[in-house]
């Protein structure tokens, strides 16, 4: 316990970013001998601003107190990524979450066949009804179905996963204990029950937009692929799965209707070739059954009438949708006749590294290695972040596989 807090205490400063806390882990060590530095230590910390270092010579443990009384209340275990029971495939990612809070069953999710489903929140009809669909054969087949829990499609595959009998795991945007959205209160209980929900939040955080993003590196980092079910032309799956891959994992898509809003980004990924088209859960379990031979096979495929009839007894009302407007995008003259995007509209929509990029291009058209140059992020996710931002429509190839921005983007 006496080590667990310093995590608790590193992890819970106010105003420092991930890389931020792994730039003082690196340096320091530990994050006991992080607490233990002076003043004078923290300023030969490379890279480290003003705001961090003030955040770090706070060293009051009463946030930390709370946070360990919370859990122990809420019945909610801790785990630190140099814990042996902290996934090794989610150590293995950029910037992996340094502490994560589970709420659930054991699950070892390194021999699991683990298979995340995303999509648009403001899902229509037939994407609901795809992502129950395989929500459902996937547990029924082995796999391990990993989403978040949001209204759309993601609470669709975790209703259809739980249908199935199966545990599922929901990884959350804020504290286990914070309910978002708040009519998804049984659903939260119901996962807890089968399976794990999980954050890198401490309770009582609050969804905010912000953390949506960098929660889907954790979605990704816990699977082997990730299935994307009905996304625009930008939104948190895209995100998802520009993650997977940077994390070098599968990624599937579920193509839909050439002329609807919300398969634009779906039906791009396929064109992009940055997802393997898929019609059905056999689609992804043939990718994975030979690596879990002991997962998969296990269970008779349902028939058409049988998934119906379970597909049925899942709530009749569907989700209450709130869509975020489309951020407006502003037009103004620019010598490259380019149309600038703002940063403020866009921050939750688009990683770093993709601004990064967008910055970088704005010097003019470059290659990848260039690109890797010029931003000193690492080649495979200069690549990954291309991809996903080639289908939302921000750059394009050129000749030479050399790649432009066809917008500008304005950080204020």
Same mark, same amino acid.
């Given at each position: 316990?006496?080590?667990?807090?310093?995590?608790?205490?590193?992890?819970?400063?106010?105003?420092?970013?991930?890389?931020?806390?792994?730039?003082?882990?690196?340096?320091?060590?530990?994050?006991?001998?992080?607490?233990?530095?002076?003043?004078?230590?923290?300023?030969?910390?490379?890279?480290?601003?003003?705001?961090?270092?003030?955040?770090?010579?706070?060293?009051?443990?009463?946030?930390?107190?709370?946070?360990?009384?919370?859990? *122990?209340?809420?019945?909610?275990?801790?785990?630190?990524?140099?814990?042996?029971?902290?996934?090794?495939?989610?150590?293995?990612?950029?910037?992996?979450?340094?502490?994560?809070?589970?709420?659930?069953?054991?699950?070892?999710? *390194?021999?699991?066949?683990?298979?995340?489903?995303?999509?648009?929140?403001?899902?229509?009809?037939?994407?609901?009804?795809?992502?129950?669909?395989?929500?459902?054969?996937?547990?029924?087949?082995?796999?391990?179905?990993?989403?978040?829990?949001?209204?759309?499609?993601?609470?669709?595959?975790?209703?259809?996963?739980?249908?199935?009998?199966?545990?599922?795991?929901?990884?959350?945007?804020?504290?286990?204990?914070?309910?978002?959205?708040?009519?998804?209160?049984?659903?939260?209980?119901?996962?807890?029950?089968?399976?794990?929900?999980?954050?890198?939040?401490?309770?009582?955080?609050?969804?905010?937009?912000?953390?949506?993003?960098?929660?889907?590196?954790?979605?990704?980092?816990?699977?082997?692929?990730?299935?994307?079910?009905?996304?625009?032309?930008?939104?948190?799956?895209?995100?998802?799965?520009?993650?997977?891959?940077?994390?070098?994992?599968?990624?599937?898509?579920?193509?839909?209707?050439?002329?609807?809003?919300?398969?634009?980004?779906?039906?791009?990924?396929?064109?992009?070739?940055?997802?393997?088209?898929?019609?059905?859960?056999?689609?992804?379990?043939?990718?994975?059954?030979?690596?879990?031979? *002991?997962?998969?096979?296990?269970?008779? /495929?349902?028939?058409?009438?049988?998934?119906?009839?379970?597909?049925?007894?899942?709530?009749?009302?569907?989700?209450?949708?709130?869509?975020?407007?489309?951020?407006?995008?502003?037009?103004?003259?620019?010598?490259?006749?380019?149309?600038?995007?703002?940063?403020?509209?866009?921050?939750?929509?688009?990683?770093? @590294?993709?601004? @990064?990029?967008?910055?970088?291009?704005?010097?003019?058209?470059?290659?990848?290695?260039?690109?890797?140059?010029?931003?000193?992020?690492?080649?495979?996710?200069?690549? /990954?972040?291309?991809?996903?931002?080639?289908?939302?429509?921000?750059?394009?190839?050129?000749?030479?596989?050399?790649?432009?921005?066809?917008?500008?983007?304005?950080?204020?």
């Amino acid at each position: 316990m006496s080590n667990l807090k310093y995590w608790l205490w590193l992890t819970s400063r106010v105003g420092v970013s991930g890389q931020g806390m792994a730039e003082l882990l690196s340096h320091f060590g530990t994050p006991e001998s992080a607490y233990f530095a002076d003043r004078h230590a923290y300023e030969s910390v490379a890279g480290l601003s003003e705001k961090p270092r003030r955040s770090f010579q706070d060293k009051s443990l009463s946030r930390v107190d709370q946070i360990l009384g919370d859990c *122990d209340r809420l019945g909610i275990r801790i785990m630190t990524i140099q814990d042996a029971i902290y996934p090794e495939r989610l150590r293995a990612i950029h910037q992996p979450p340094l502490v994560l809070y589970w709420k659930g069953r054991d699950i070892a999710v *390194d021999n699991e066949a683990a298979v995340a489903v995303v999509g648009t929140r403001s899902a229509t009809p037939y994407g609901v009804r795809i992502a129950e669909q395989l929500g459902l054969d996937l547990t029924r087949a082995g796999a391990l179905v990993v989403s978040g829990i949001a209204e759309g499609i993601d609470a669709a595959a975790v209703r259809g996963a739980l249908k199935a009998g199966g545990p599922v795991i929901s990884v959350l945007g804020g504290g286990i204990d914070f309910i978002y959205p708040r009519f998804h209160r049984d659903l939260y209980a119901d996962v807890a029950a089968a399976g794990a929900l999980v954050s890198e939040y401490p309770p009582g955080t609050e969804s905010r937009s912000s953390h949506f993003p960098v929660r889907n590196r954790i979605i990704s980092g816990l699977s082997l692929g990730v299935a994307v079910v009905e996304s625009p032309r930008t939104g948190g799956s895209l995100i998802t799965a520009g993650h997977a891959l940077d994390q070098d994992r599968e990624v599937f898509a579920v193509p839909g209707p050439a002329d609807a809003p919300n398969s634009v980004g779906t039906n791009r990924l396929i064109q992009e070739g940055a997802a393997k088209l898929i019609l059905d859960a056999e689609d992804v379990v043939c990718e994975f059954a030979d690596r879990f031979p *002991d997962k998969f096979g296990r269970s008779a /495929a349902l028939s058409g009438e049988a998934r119906k009839q379970r597909l049925e007894n899942l709530s009749a009302a569907p989700d209450r949708h709130r869509p975020d407007p489309a951020p407006p995008e502003k037009e103004v003259d620019n010598p490259a006749k380019l149309e600038y995007i703002d940063w403020k509209n866009y921050k939750n929509k688009l990683t770093d @590294d993709q601004r @990064d990029i967008l910055l970088a291009l704005e010097k003019g058209p470059q290659v990848a290695d260039d690109l890797v140059e010029r931003t000193q992020i690492p080649a495979r996710r200069v690549l /990954a972040a291309l991809t996903i931002l080639q289908v939302q429509g921000f750059v394009a190839e050129e000749s030479g596989k050399r790649f432009r921005a066809t917008v500008r983007l304005r950080i204020e």
